[in-house]
């Protein structure tokens, strides 16, 4: 039999069951684990693949960069994934380098550069402001005082030679990396320090005809005797005498010059006329002439062939006049005589015809030559005078008759031996074909002479050329 049972049953609330959320702590320290992994990874692969460099530079602390590709420094080493790189190195007064390099797969690969000094600049001057030149390592360069730019660095063999001084050899290291240098050269006067002021100022001042500069001047001169000069435009010249020796300090102080004289610049037409300046020679036109003082002073002005120009003049000091002239022509009448009509009057190389004529020509010395075949010339010299008549006659003897005259054998003036050959004889000259020795143009042929003519009986010896021709 069954039993039943009944229970009132009653509403309660609902409430869902709860479900646990993930934590963000983990999520963020997996993502840290993943990253560590990766990075410790890359590490690790950067250090089985990367390289050892090895950059070194001369000099040692000059600024150095490996750049392109993936490199990582440690001092004057890097580790470098193998591939393409440039290499940079930089330090103040050298050549920079920008080298492009390949990283190979080699363990350890070294890279060694020597930097070049960046040129500098010289500066050198003397002692006594001498201008010597200046040479380095045997190369002129120039004259002191000098400056030399671009100079690459480096020890050079300076040598200065300079008038008055012995000369200087010395060792000169140049610095470069950008720098300028001013040397100061100390060079050992072969001679007489001096010194020699004007005034005016300007002057030149010259040692027996060497000028050496300009007033105020400092310098060395070389020992023995000396002449001193100073000329400045418009002042009378200034002279002294001395003996210098070796080290000696002359000073010659301030000399005062004096006003010069008036100068007369005189020229002509033509040039080349003599002047003479009362009655001293002077020279020739065109010339420039100091005169004494300011008085009257006579001029004279010729030349062979015109007329004598004569001039007084008078020049206020210190100033300066032109005498310009056109000196006319002056001639004279030679007449030209000869035993035969027909015979030809030569003049200065020049013919003038027949003689038996009378010919007006400049006064001055003229060659004459009369002439005609078959006869000796006839040569003299002959001088016009203006207004006096002159005569010139000749005497023309033929060849044969001069030549009958003339010694079969005779001796010249160092005692050799001639022979005459006269215009009748013929010889023969040249060489055979047949003959050993024989040269293309020895043609043999017949020579007549045309006139006389005296030939050695013998060779000419080494002994008689040199008193001929010594």
Do not use: C
Request: glycine share 8%; charged share 25%.
């Amino acid at each position: 039999m069954s039993k039943s049972f009944t229970r009132p049953l009653t509403a309660t609330p609902f409430e869902p069951t709860s479900v646990e959320k993930p934590s963000g702590k983990n999520s963020y320290s997996r993502l840290i684990t993943w990253f560590g992994i990766v990075l410790v990874g890359s590490i690790l692969l950067f250090i089985l693949l990367a390289r050892s460099v090895y950059v070194d530079a001369e000099p040692i602390d000059g600024i150095v960069g490996l750049d392109g590709g993936f490199s990582i420094s440690i001092g004057k080493r890097y580790l470098a994934i193998p591939g393409d790189y440039r290499i940079a190195i930089d330090r103040d007064g050298y050549v920079g380098v920008d080298d492009a390099v390949s990283v190979s797969w080699d363990s350890v690969q070294n890279f060694h550069y020597r930097l070049e000094k960046l040129p500098g600049s010289l500066s050198l001057s003397a002692t006594d402001n001498a201008a010597g030149l200046v040479y380095m390592n045997g190369r002129l360069r120039g004259r002191l005082p000098l400056q030399v730019d671009e100079l690459e660095a480096g020890t050079y063999r300076l040598r200065v030679t300079a008038d008055g001084y012995l000369p200087y050899d010395q060792e000169l290291l140049v610095e470069g990396m950008g720098t300028h240098q001013n040397v100061e050269l100390a060079l050992i006067a072969n001679g007489a320090r001096i010194s020699v002021e004007s005034n005016p100022g300007g002057a030149t001042f010259s040692v027996n005809g060497k000028e050496l500069g300009t007033t105020p001047f400092k310098g060395v001169i070389p020992p023995g005797s000396a002449e001193f000069t100073l000329a400045h435009t418009g002042y009378k010249s200034w002279n002294d005498l001395a003996i210098v020796k070796v080290g000696d300090e002359i000073s010659l102080g301030e000399i005062s010059l004096l006003p010069a004289a008036g100068v007369l610049e005189i020229s002509s037409t033509p040039d080349g006329a003599a002047v003479t300046l009362n009655d001293e020679y002077r020279g020739t036109t065109p010339l420039s002439v100091a005169m004494p003082d300011e008085s009257e002073h006579q001029i004279e002005i010729y030349k062979d062939g015109y007329q004598r120009l004569v001039r007084r003049m008078s020049i206020a000091k210190q100033s300066k006049e032109r005498l310009i002239v056109e000196l006319a022509r002056s001639s004279g009448a030679v007449v030209f005589e000869a035993n035969l009509d027909d015979a030809e009057v030569v003049i200065d190389q020049r013919s003038y015809g027949k003689v038996n004529q009378t010919i007006s020509l400049p006064t001055r010395a003229h060659q004459i030559l009369i002439r005609k075949t078959g006869y000796r010339d006839f040569v003299t010299s002959v001088t016009p005078r203006e207004g006096v008549e002159q005569l010139v006659r000749a005497e023309l003897v033929s060849l044969q008759s001069a030549a009958a005259s003339l010694a079969l054998v005779t001796n010249n003036s160092i005692d050799m031996q001639l022979k005459l050959l006269r215009p009748t004889d013929t010889f023969r000259i040249g060489a055979p074909r047949r003959e050993q020795g024989r040269q293309a143009n020895e043609v043999e042929r017949t020579i007549k002479l045309s006139r006389p003519y005296y030939i050695s009986t013998h060779e000419v010896t080494n002994t008689e050329f040199k008193r001929f021709l010594p």
